[in-house]
């Protein structure tokens, strides 16, 4: 069967069509708050002075509550020196369109949000509650967490910095609390020559267990590290490049090491939710008089089973004869550096944000920082806490998308 050419007229021709690109808007002025805090054992603030003076000489503008930084050393002066306005009322400051806080968001904090509002600050998961969640979606509030924010290495950077100093301040704290000044064994940490080491029981090779190990080798002292994950171990072995006794966490092994150590750190992290209990209350029974056990994990419950939270007031209890210090937020008592990390973090954040024309905007653009937030224009973003309320849940993609 003979097969015919088709017919294409000459008038017809092919034509170029021009390709839609995403533009990126041009860069914004943001107007940020930085509230005093007054509740959760907070001393840190989330932007430093010389953080604030980058970001006006930027063209952003930054209002300050007084007396916000004086719980990390710095004062309304050095603000005001950096170009930020001092406010003299919490009201003034919740006028601005992005709030930056170092403690969550409280219910005092609820009644002076306005809609439509950006929240940055950690989020503190077992101690949110579920009518703060519930106010903060009525007024379309669009919140990001320390906790969950992600650098372009897909890290989470604020999480990292906190859990380095508190890694670092453990043993600092436990030879602190086992001098007899405060009513311990009298022991040096790490000892000196011709006297065994102080031995130290670290469970949990996290970050915090990394750096607590760190700072206690170099004290002199003797490191055995538990933990039921063989790669956290290897690497942690590797990051420190020294030889440790490691085990997984196996009860009877454990109790053993714990009867005869003079300093025991908690130091393991909960999956989202509480931190698994360890050590038995008939275990810290039967560990020496004086020895001292400072609980990290307390943030999350805590791993041992007598612990119980403490402020930074009074940070210590004695219970079977043995020291506990279980003060939550470790960080917030070396403030100023604590600070300093923090605003390391956010800093270049605001200045990309500003530069994209906005959170939403960097929202869109910035992929790794979605896995931060939690609640956007009142939707409830964050899979965890829709489980743990009984609310519902929405993809933050499909709402971003919806948008554009």
């Known amino acids: ?146 906790e969950n924010l992600k650098d372009d290495s897909g890290h989470n950077p604020i999480v990292r910095s906190m859990s380095e100093i508190a890694g670092s301040a453990v043993m600092l704290i436990a030879g602190q609390y086992l001098s007899k000044t405060n009513n311990g064994k009298g022991v040096l940490v790490g000892g000196i020559s011709g006297i065994p080491p102080t031995k130290v029981i670290i469970i949990g090779a996290g970050i915090v267990g990394e750096y607590a190990a760190r700072t206690a080798l170099a004290m002199g002292a003797s490191v055995k590290v538990f933990d039921n994950s063989i790669y956290r171990l290897k690497r942690l072995q590797n990051n420190i490049g020294v030889r440790l006794w490691t085990s997984v966490i196996e009860p009877k092994i454990l109790a053993k090491q714990l009867k005869t150590c003079d300093v025991a750190v908690g130091a393991l992290s909960g999956a989202g939710g509480r931190t698994p209990i360890v050590v038995t209350e008939e275990t810290v029974s039967t560990m020496r008089p004086g020895s001292v056990i400072v609980d990290v994990s307390i943030d999350h419950g805590g791993c041992f089973e007598t612990s119980k939270v403490t402020t930074h007031e009074k940070p210590v209890f004695s219970k079977y004869d043995v020291i506990h210090y279980c003060v939550p937020n470790i960080p917030s008592g070396f403030a100023r550096t604590a ?18 024309g906005g959170i939403d905007n960097i929202i869109w653009h910035k992929i790794n920082i979605r896995s931060g937030i939690y609640l956007f224009k009142g939707s409830l973003t964050n899979f965890y806490l829709s489980e743990r309320f009984d609310l519902k849940f929405t993809d933050l993609n499909l709402l971003i998308a919806s948008r554009r």
């Open 339 to 356: 600070s300093q990390a923090i605003s390391n973090v956010l800093m270049p954040l605001m200045l990309e944000t500003g530069e994209d």
């Open 1 to 146: 069967m003979a097969t015919s050419k088709p017919f294409v007229s000459s008038s017809f021709s092919y034509e170029t069509l021009e390709e839609t690109l995403d533009v990126r808007p041009k860069g914004a002025e943001l107007l940020i708050g930085i509230p005093r805090e007054t509740s959760f054992n907070e001393n840190r603030i989330a932007l430093t002075p010389e953080a604030v003076g980058v970001m006006i000489a930027n063209g952003h503008r930054v209002v300050v509550e007084t007396k916000a930084g004086d719980g990390a050393s710095y004062t309304d002066k050095d603000y005001s020196d950096a170009g930020a306005k001092i406010a003299y009322s919490k009201k003034e400051v919740f006028e601005c369109d992005i709030l930056v806080k170092s403690a969550p968001v409280s219910d005092e904090d609820c009644v002076l949000l306005k809609p439509n509002q950006y929240i940055i600050s950690p989020i503190h998961l077992p101690v949110m509650k579920r009518d703060i969640l519930q106010k903060m979606m009525e007024k379309k509030i669009t919140a990001l967490s320390f």
